[in-house]
């Protein structure tokens, strides 16, 4: 509507339309009018009142909308003086349809005829539309009689026009074709249009003419402007309405009464003559209006040629049609001759000329030939298997699985009655692997694992990890050491010759005196004991008052003097007895009488504070206590230099003193060691020099005590780290320490780096001893056995002592996990003591 | 760093291996197998683990990247690629494309894998036994996907062409037949995709060792029957025909070179220079005449099998034994000879009821064969009649353990076995005089058993021994020496001995003369006596206990290993010793049924306290290996923490 009013509202300029006339002839203009017959076309559909159709596109595009209303102003002036020159050389139905509006006298069935040739001509138009549309869209295929639907889809196709340029500009020629055809169907209308096309302008000149058909021009002027306004509002007017100048419409002279009453008698078409309400003409209904209304009365459908019950034809039937449904025609390229396809086929030629082209033959799965060529000649290979990693082979059968195998192999009832006894699915399967006896080779069935046996051959052999392993060719026995036999390295206690009871508790310490007649032990209960060593009689006992841990003889045998560790005690006992001789028990208690003078001798304070020496009371000297020394702590053990003058106490609670050196004849002490000598558990003297062994945790440390100096710090292995007893071997070369750690190690003074370990005790070690004579060697531990071992030390330093176990003594009864607390040698016999936890002493020989 | 020298970077774990070939497992599998590549233990498997303890299969890093490079995993691959190729023509219902896919499937051989395999000959050979018990088991296996037709045809081939070579090469030494039969299904548990991988190897390698096997006894291969025989329209279309002239291994086939035989030197001479020679020839020679009278052993007899023997297995050992075989024609073609041949020597029954029409012939069980292969010899033929009750079957597979258990009848075969061949005679001779021996006492036993099963049954036992007693002086003497010896070993104190018989009784009599004597001293006083044997036993049982007190620590975990093994069958052995003698007792009827199988056991029960005290003991030795457990982690990740058990033994 707008660019309605803009047109009125802009009024044309000569010079433009000169200017434009020029460029019309010129050809120029070609495209525009293009543009402006849509123009042309979508005004055409406003007026029949589709407007919605028309504007959608404007207002979705602005810039569009924009380019169109300038288009448009040029348009509208060479429409309008197109319409000029259209105007002088109109058809003569315009003239005539004119010439009727003017002298307003029209016959209603001309107006009715033309209506009918212009709804002809619109619907020719569409179908060549339509023709030419198929190709761009095949939706639009379907023809219909309907005026609407063809407008609307022109209108459709308008609208993607406008939208799509380019698309436009192609398919420009094709359009131009298609309408060229057209005034060939039309016979006058083509007639005025080939005069109007002089020179090169050729579609755009055209359709002015087909709007002359298609437009109702003629009806516009005659149209009433008034619109919806009621018509009873003109009642006392001589006019009904105004054209689009702007002018009256009169209404038509109608006659008065008379004359109407005659047309109603003269006038046959009278009862079908009605008035058009907008002109105020009369309008004669035409046969088919007549049925058509009609029709509508008696709501039917409205051309009596439409059948409402047609044959229903389904276009997606299950039938296959020949042709497909879109009638495209086929395209170029499918009537030529392929290219690719003319390639492939030549060189299929040329490979059968060349014998190129054999038949297919699958290469043969199996094929045998000599792979070898020679037995022992390896094939050179890049990889070789490890002979080292080759599978076992399988297992060969025995005659336990014969199928008929001798009578023993069979299971016995006992056997029998155990797998019946076993759950279903087990009792199968322990059966399978039993061994059966069949009476005959006929009666052999299946065997129920045999594949199952297969399979898991295969699966060792593929999925478990191989080792390697050093197979081992012979027995047990082999593997032993070649040792001498025991009975060639006689003497030695073999077996339990005596029984000392006596002791109410556990006998922790033991001692025989050096000559060997006598022994005494110290016991938990409170008492030492001493025994004659051929009868295994008590001689005396001593009620010392607290626990004995340790004993010890002088082992100067011109002296009689046992040294007694009682608590934090250590008591210097003469034991007289009848076995003793007189003359030695007078020269000790000589020595005992009266204490040494001291002189000038200052005693270290620490010394001081450690130990005091002093005199038994009278009571304890009738019980043979000579000397007592008082010490800070318990006294663990004590040691006896071998010349008997000099003794060492060990108490390990005590931290800086805890070994202190005695010296008996001039009763002085000294603490030598004091920072060091920290957790000591065992010490002893050198048998024949002037050396101290020390024994610490991990380490054992020999001094020299003339020297005053570390001569050796040897450690020990972690699992020998916590040493219980150490035993020096008589020639003094060689020492032994037994450890918690179950273990035994056998050290040398010259080469102490490569100790021999020995293994042989399952419990801690309790204590060591070498016998002074004989090359022996005994061990105590506490799973309970003692073992003798001969231990022979060769002169010369090459060659390795030989140690060898001779014999395992058991007999000791355990007391919470401990058995056999210490053990002790006769000094000139292979005779062996030792104290048990059970209260016995026993003498092995 | 971790994982970058040493162990760590030897191994890689399985599934890194496969990972890096971009194969899945199951073709990882295949081509393990195919390639013969397993796992390896490491010496340290936390350390080739990278720390972890956990077991996992760990391949050498070498092998994996030696299959990087090999052309079967680019086979597989592709067989991997166009199986989808043809899954997705089978969905369209392309049946070309399907074709087309199914005709271009690669068909890969492997004679390069068992060459690289087996460098030599010698050493595919060495290793036969599994593929031959994986052919043999195949032959006569269910066709079923995994396995196809062509698989089993080929073993049946394969299993043909091996036979005829040992039957020609008449090299097969023992034979023995297990409870392990003939036809087999296969249990669902068992992965026949994996046992496929394996045969079609083992099928490979077979062939090629076929090939060179026949080859070096002249025949041709693939094998083909000397004279193509005439077949008759019927036969003619039956193609099966053709096969089973090789399948009866008893057809003359086609040889590649004429025959020409070779006459070995005069035994005389030999023998003489034999006898001047080492232990060691005179050893091997003694084994290469063992292996000719092996070849000639049934030289010269005829053969004839009834249907219901086992065709094959008698064939192989008849013919590989020099021995001519037949059956009845309706059993299999090829048959030479019918039942109703005069020369049949023997005739293999294996039912016990059956009539024997030919007295020319020896009616005999199969195991008659068997038996006589082991031995080298041909047996006495009476305890083998059909319907007796068979000796036991010998395995031939003959072990030399320390304290193995050797049945007497094993102990008959090594025997037989060492003897030289004038010995074996006479040496069969003796054992069928015990074995009639043997009878003998048995009837003797039953007999009396019929008559006074009537009459008591309370003294049955008694009565036996008295009845003995009475009967044969020669088995009183027996008995008498068998109870003096075993009172003696009751007793533990016996002198050795002597095997001198006319002395024996005088000195058993002195023997308990001095026993009496040193009882008494025993009783007197505090001295022991030591029986000699008793002591030495003693002492050298002390003897190596104290020599394995000084064994080296190296050797001690290995030592009680071997110990305990020994022992182990020591034990058993002597078990079955027992039983086996209470067995022939109890056939003599000295034992009782009762006695035999000893008294019914049954569970004593315990007391609520010692229940708890066991239960108590468990758990403390439950609670000891955890700690132990524990403590041996702490150690494997490099804690320097002392077992918790050794703390506390140090406070």
New interface residues.
């Given amino acids: 509507m707008s660019r309605k009013r803009k047109i009125v509202q802009e009024a044309p300029s000569s010079s433009i339309l000169k200017f434009d006339e020029d460029l019309d002839l010129l050809g120029i203009l070609d495209e525009d009018d293009d543009e402006e017959e849509d123009r042309l076309q979508q005004k055409s559909f406003t007026k029949l009142g589709l407007h919605g159709l028309d504007d959608g596109p404007d207002t979705s595009d602005p810039y569009y909308y924009e380019d169109k209303d300038n288009l448009h102003k040029e348009v509208a002036f060479y429409k309008s003086s197109k319409k000029q020159t259209k105007s002088k050389n109109s058809t003569e139905i315009k003239t005539t349809k004119k010439k009727d509006k003017k002298g307003k006298s029209k016959s209603v069935p001309d107006s009715v005829e033309e209506d009918k040739i212009e709804d002809a001509n619109k619907s020719d138009n569409d179908k060549k539309d339509d023709d030419v549309d198929d190709s761009d869209d095949d939706e639009h295929a379907s023809e219909s009689s309907d005026d609407e639907d063809i407008f609307s889809s022109d209108g459709l196709d308008d609208e993607s026009d406008n939208s799509d340029e380019d698309s436009d500009e192609k398919d420009s020629d094709d359009e131009d074709e298609g309408y060229a055809e057209k005034p060939s169907d039309d016979g006058d209308s083509s007639a005025v249009a080939e005069e109007i096309i002089t020179d090169g302008v050729r579609a755009s000149k055209q359709l002015p003419d087909e709007y002359a058909d298609n437009d109702s021009s003629d009806e516009e002027e005659i149209m009433n402007t008034i619109g919806n306004v009621p018509t009873e509002w003109y009642d006392e007017c001589d006019h009904i309405g105004f054209d689009h100048t702007g002018q009256k419409i009169y209404k038509p002279d109608r006659g008065d009464g008379l004359d109407a009453f005659l047309r109603r008698i003269e006038d046959p078409n009278y009862m079908r003559t009605v008035v058009d309400r907008l002109t105020g003409q009369d309008v004669v209904l035409v046969d088919d209006d007549l049925e058509l209304i009609q029709r509508l009365v008696k709501a039917q459908v409205p051309s009596a040629q439409y059948n409402l019950y047609e044959p229903f034809m389904d276009l997606y039937s299950h039938e296959v049609m020949e042709t497909p449904l879109s009638g495209r025609p086929e395209h170029k390229r499918s009537f030529l001759p392929s290219r690719s396809e003319r390639e492939k086929i030549s060189r299929m030629v040329h490979n059968i000329k060349q014998n190129l082209i054999h038949k297919h033959q699958r290469p043969k799965r199996y094929q045998a030939y000599d792979l070898w060529k020679s037995d022992h000649i390896p094939v050179p290979m890049r990889r070789r298997l490890n002979p080292k990693y080759k599978a076992p082979p399988c297992k060969l059968p025995t005659n336990s699985n014969s199928y008929n195998p001798p009578p023993e192999f069979l299971p016995t009832k006992f056997q029998l009655d155990w797998i019946k006894s076993k759950h279903v699915r087990q009792r199968a399967e322990i059966w399978a692997r039993l061994p059966k006896k069949y009476n005959s080779l006929r009666l052999v069935p299946n065997h129920r694992t045999y594949v199952m046996d297969v399979f898991n051959r295969c699966l060792d052999l593929y999925m478990s990890s191989r080792f390697a392993y050093k197979k081992i060719i012979g027995t047990s026995k082999d593997l032993l050491p070649d040792l001498p036999r025991p009975r060639d390295l006689r003497p030695f206690p073999t077996r339990e010759a005596l029984q000392f009871l006596g002791h109410k508790s556990v006998v922790r310490a033991l001692a025989v005196h050096p000559l060997g007649k006598i022994l005494a032990t110290g016991s938990d209960d409170h008492t030492v004991k001493i025994w004659e060593i051929s009868s295994g009689r008590c001689i005396r006992t001593l009620d010392v008052g607290d626990a004995v841990t340790c004993l010890q003889w002088n082992p100067n045998s011109r002296v009689l003097v046992l040294a007694v560790c009682v608590g934090s005690c250590v008591v210097m006992i003469n034991p007289e007895s009848y076995l003793t001789e007189a003359a030695v028990v007078t020269r000790t208690n000589a020595l005992f009488m009266v204490p040494p003078e001291q002189g000038d001798y200052e005693v270290n304070k620490k010394v001081q504070r450690a130990v005091t020496w002093a005199t038994p009371s009278s009571d304890e000297r009738q019980m043979g206590y000579r000397v007592v020394l008082k010490h800070l702590c318990p006294v663990q053990q004590i040691v006896w230099h071998p010349q008997g003058d000099y003794f060492a106490t060990l108490q390990r609670e005590a931290k800086s003193s805890s070994v202190i050196i005695h010296q008996l004849s001039r009763h002085r002490s000294q603490i030598p060691f004091s920072k060091s000598a920290i957790k000591v558990t065992a010490m002893s003297f050198h048998p024949k020099k002037a050396y101290f062994y020390i024994c610490c945790q991990g380490r054992v440390r020999v001094y020299s005590l003339l020297q005053k100096k570390l001569i050796r710090l040897i450690r020990t292995s972690s699992s020998s780290e916590w040493i219980s007893s150490i035993a020096v071997h008589p020639s003094g070369e060689h020492f032994i320490i037994g450890s918690h750690g179950k273990r035994l190690t056998w050290y040398e003074m010259e080469a102490t780096n490569r100790p021999y370990t020995l293994r042989y005790h399952h419990g801690a070690v309790r204590s060591v001893a070498y016998h002074n004579k004989y090359p022996l060697m005994a061990s105590a531990a506490d799973d309970g056995r003692v073992i003798v071992a001969h231990a022979m030390v060769y002169n010369d330093w090459i060659k390795d002592p030989l140690i060898v176990p001779v014999k395992e003594l058991r007999s000791h009864a355990f007391l919470d996990g401990v058995c056999v607390l210490q053990l002790c040698w006769h000094p000139c016999n292979p005779v062996l003591f030792t104290a048990g936890a059970d209260g016995t002493v026993r003498l092995w020989q | 760093m971790q994982g970058e020298a040493g162990e760590a970077a030897r191994f890689i774990s399985r599934s890194r291996a496969v990972r890096k070939l971009q194969l899945g497992l199951q073709a990882f599998?295949r081509v393990?197998?195919i390639k013969?590549i397993?796992?390896?233990?490491p010496k340290n498997r936390i350390k080739a683990q990278k720390g972890d303890s956990k077991y996992r299969?760990?391949y050498l890093k070498k092998d994996i990247k030696?299959l990087m490079h090999d052309p079967l995993i680019w086979t597989i691959r592709q067989e991997e690629a166009l199986r989808k190729k043809l899954a997705k023509a089978r969905h369209l219902r392309d049946g070309y494309k399907e074709q087309l896919v199914k005709?271009n499937k690669p068909?890969y051989?492997l004679?390069q894998n068992?060459?690289?395999?087996y460098?030599?000959?010698?050493?595919?050979v060495k290793?036969l036994?599994?593929p031959l018990?994986?052919i043999f088991?195949f032959c006569n296996?269910e066709v079923r996907p995994p396995i196809y037709e062509?698989h089993v045809s080929?073993c049946q081939r394969l299993k043909i062409e091996f036979l005829t070579y040992v039957i020609e090469a008449s090299c097969l030494t023992k034979a023995?037949?297990?409870?392990?039969?003939?036809?087999?299904?296969?249990?669902p548990?068992?992965?026949m995709k994996?046992?496929r991988h394996?045969l079609e190897f083992y099928?490979?390698m077979l062939?090629?060792v076929?090939?060179?096997l026949l080859?070096k006894v002249d025949l041709r291969?693939?094998l083909k029957p000397k004279v193509m025989p005439r077949l008759k329209g019927a036969e003619k279309k039956d193609l099966d025909n053709l096969k089973n002239l090789m399948a009866s291994l008893n057809y003359p086939l086609e040889k590649t070179t004429e025959e020409s035989e070779e006459n070995l030197d005069d035994n005389e001479t030999t023998s003489k220079l034999i006898k001047g020679s080492s232990e060691k020839t005179q050893k091997v020679y003694a084994e290469r005449m063992q292996a000719e009278a092996r070849r000639k052993l049934f030289s010269g007899l005829k053969f004839f099998l009834n249907p219901?023997?086992?065709r094959e297995s008698l064939t192989l050992v008849i013919r590989s034994c020099g021995g001519e075989v037949s059956w009845p024609s309706t059993v299999f073609p090829c048959s030479t000879y019918k039942e109703d041949d005069q020369c049949i020597t023997h005739q293999i029954v294996?039912?016990?009821n059956f009539d024997k029409k030919y007295l020319t012939r020896f009616y005999v069980?199969?195991?008659w064969v068997y038996d006589c292969l082991n031995a080298v010899t041909l047996k006495p033929c009476q305890p083998y009649l059909p319907g007796c009750?068979?000796p036991?079957?010998?395995?031939p597979?003959l072990?030399n353990f320390?304290g193995w258990y050797i049945?007497?009848?094993?102990e008959d075969l090594r025997k037989l076995l060492a003897a030289s061949p004038e010995e074996k005679e006479a040496l069969l001779k003796e054992m069928a005089a015990a074995e009639q021996k043997k009878l003998a006492m048995l009837r003797a036993v039953n007999e009396k058993s019929d008559d006074e099963s009537g009459s008591e049954d309370d003294d049955d036992e008694d009565k036996y021994d008295e009845d003995e007693n009475d009967e044969s002086d020669e088995e009183k003497d027996e008995e008498v020496e068998e109870d003096g010896d075993d009172a003696v070993n009751e007793a533990d104190a016996s002198m050795e001995v002597d095997d001198g018989e006319g002395n024996n009784k005088e000195e058993e009599k002195k023997d308990d003369g001095k026993e009496e004597e040193i009882k008494d001293v025993v009783r007197r006083g505090k001295e022991r006596f030591y029986s000699k044997k008793k002591d030495e036993s003693k002492?050298e049982r002390?003897?190596?206990?104290?020599?394995?007190?000084?064994?080296?620590?190296k050797?001690?975990k290995?030592?009680h290993k071997?110990?305990t093994k020994?022992t182990k069958r020591l034990r058993r052995s002597s078990m079955?010793?027992d039983?086996?003698e209470a067995?022939e007792l109890h056939k003599i009827g000295k034992i009782s049924d009762e006695q035999l199988?000893?008294p019914p056991?049954t569970k004593i029960k315990q007391t609520f306290s010692e229940r708890r005290a066991k239960l108590y003991q468990s758990r403390v030795r439950s609670a000891v290996r955890f700690a132990r457990s524990a403590a041996n982690k702490n150690r494997f990740r490099g804690e320097k923490k002392k077992p918790a058990i050794?703390d506390t033994?140090?406070e």
């Fill in positions: 599998n393990c197998i013969g397993f796992p390896i233990e299969p760990l030696f005709r068909i051989r004679e068992v060459l690289e395999r460098p030599t000959f010698v050493d595919a290793d036994g599994d018990t994986m088991l296996i062509h080929r023995f037949i297990t409870t392990k039969g003939y036809y087999y299904e296969v249990p548990n068992a992965d994996i046992m394996f099928i490979a062939g090629f076929n090939f060179r080859g291969y693939p219901e023997c086992n294996d039912r016990p069980q199969p195991q009750p068979l036991p079957h010998i395995c597979f072990k320390e049945p007497p009848e094993e002492e002390t003897d190596t206990r104290m020599r394995t007190l000084m064994i080296h620590k050797n001690r290995l030592y071997l110990k020994e079955l010793k039983r086996r067995l199988e000893g056991k050794a033994r140090d």
